[in-house]
């Protein structure tokens, strides 16, 4: 037997080699479906409440007014639901090869997030506080608080990236939209 042979006879009875990964999911016509579904409910409960914004004066016909952009992204949203729900009936499930498993810490940092939300909203929501005689806004505060918090939680450790940037952004936003465009914050 030649050598050419024996190398083609081994490479049908061995395994394939291992690559240290685990498989990659498979395709899941279930988990698309789910998700066009979750999508298109969500933006028709968008689209739904954005209907419902009270307007202080209408516009006139043609004007924007405050419920447009959220008119607007909500109806965009529902159509592009409708599409998914369309692409995830009509054909077959997409390969998720390109899909990473979940690495270790992921659902713990999901949850962490989640957590460190909700008291940055709750936080936001008491506007002001008024401490030591002076009023105090709460949202420049929280929201350099749960930046630097966030990317600690992804793993920054450096001082620009836990201190520097977090009250950059804060600045600029709170100046942008508190300050120079008046939105309350």
């Given at each position: 037997?030649?050598?050419?042979?024996?190398?083609?006879?081994?490479?049908?009875?061995?395994?394939?080699?291992?690559?240290?990964?685990?498989?990659?999911?498979?395709?899941?016509?279930?988990?698309e479906l789910a998700?066009?579904?979750?999508?298109?409910?969500?933006?028709?409960?968008?689209?739904?409440?954005?209907?419902?914004?009270?307007?202080?004066?209408?516009?006139?016909?043609?004007?924007?007014?405050?419920?447009?952009?959220?008119?607007?992204?909500?109806?965009?949203?529902?159509?592009?639901?409708?599409?998914?729900?369309?692409?995830?009936?009509?054909?077959?499930?997409?390969?998720?090869?390109?899909?990473?498993?979940?690495?270790?810490?992921?659902?713990?940092?999901?949850?962490?997030?989640?957590?460190?939300?909700?008291?940055?909203?709750?936080?936001?929501?008491?506007?002001?506080v008024i401490a030591?005689?002076?009023?105090?806004?709460?949202?420049?505060?929280?929201?350099?608080?749960?930046?630097?918090?966030?990317?600690?939680?992804?793993?920054?450790?450096?001082?620009?990236?836990?201190?520097?940037?977090?009250?950059?952004?804060?600045?600029?936003?709170?100046?942008?939209?508190?300050?120079?465009?008046?939105?309350?914050?």
């Amino acid at each position: 037997m030649s050598p050419a042979q024996r190398d083609a006879d081994a490479s049908l009875t061995t395994d394939p080699p291992v690559t240290g990964e685990a498989d990659p999911p498979r395709p899941s016509k279930a988990l698309e479906l789910a998700f066009a579904g979750a999508l298109l409910a969500f933006f028709a409960g968008y689209l739904a409440l954005a209907t419902q914004i009270d307007l202080r004066s209408e516009a006139s016909s043609g004007a924007i007014d405050a419920r447009t952009w959220p008119v607007v992204l909500g109806a965009t949203g529902v159509a592009v639901g409708v599409v998914q729900l369309v692409v995830a009936l009509t054909r077959p499930a997409p390969a998720r090869a390109d899909l990473a498993s979940i690495s270790r810490g992921g659902p713990v940092r999901v949850i962490a997030t989640v957590c460190v939300t909700a008291v940055f909203i709750a936080l936001w929501s008491l506007g002001s506080v008024i401490a030591f005689g002076y009023r105090i806004e709460v949202f420049p505060i929280a929201t350099a608080v749960y930046m630097a918090a966030l990317m600690l939680l992804f793993g920054q450790r450096r001082i620009v990236g836990l201190v520097v940037y977090p009250i950059a952004l804060t600045a600029f936003v709170y100046v942008v939209f508190g300050l120079a465009l008046r939105i309350p914050l």
